[in-house]
């Protein structure tokens, strides 16, 4: 079974900067796929960030929403089976609860998700 738990979310100003984590336990070895999602309050929970690796770590890749471009990177760290998304120039609008999600661990497919952080950004 695949544990995921976020930290790092909290209050920050308009432009400042964050840093979540999402550690996972279980299975680690294999090609994987996290994404970063968030839910504001009344919308609907939009993908954020996503990265890929293969099964030895020779390839891998990462995606962006078009509103976080430039401004947040999802990164990983195998030894401490962990990913991270680093948020800089933070605005208003990026307040909301983020979300990590895996739907492939360990080259098991499956739809894992932690409990979520809250971020809010402050005008």
């Known amino acids: 079974q695949v544990q995921l738990v976020e930290s790092g979310g909290g209050l920050v100003q308009a432009g400042g900067s964050l840093r979540l984590s999402c550690a996972a336990s279980?299975?680690?070895?294999?090609?994987?796929?996290m994404t970063w999602f968030r839910q504001a309050p009344g919308k609907e929970r939009e993908f954020v960030a996503r990265?890929?690796?293969?099964?030895?770590?020779?390839?891998?890749?990462?995606s962006y929403a078009d509103s976080v471009k430039g401004r947040f990177t999802i990164s990983r760290d195998n030894a401490k089976n962990t990913v991270y998304l680093q948020m800089n120039s933070l605005k208003p609008e990026d307040t909301a609860v983020y979300y990590c999600?895996?739907?492939?661990?360990?080259?098991?497919?499956?739809?894992?998700w932690g409990q979520g952080t809250q971020v809010t950004v402050a005008s």
């Open positions: 999600n895996s739907d492939l661990f360990g080259s098991r497919p499956g739809d894992y």
């Open positions: 279980g299975r680690t070895f294999g090609a994987s796929r």
């Open positions: 990265v890929y690796w293969s099964t030895y770590g020779t390839s891998s890749s990462t």
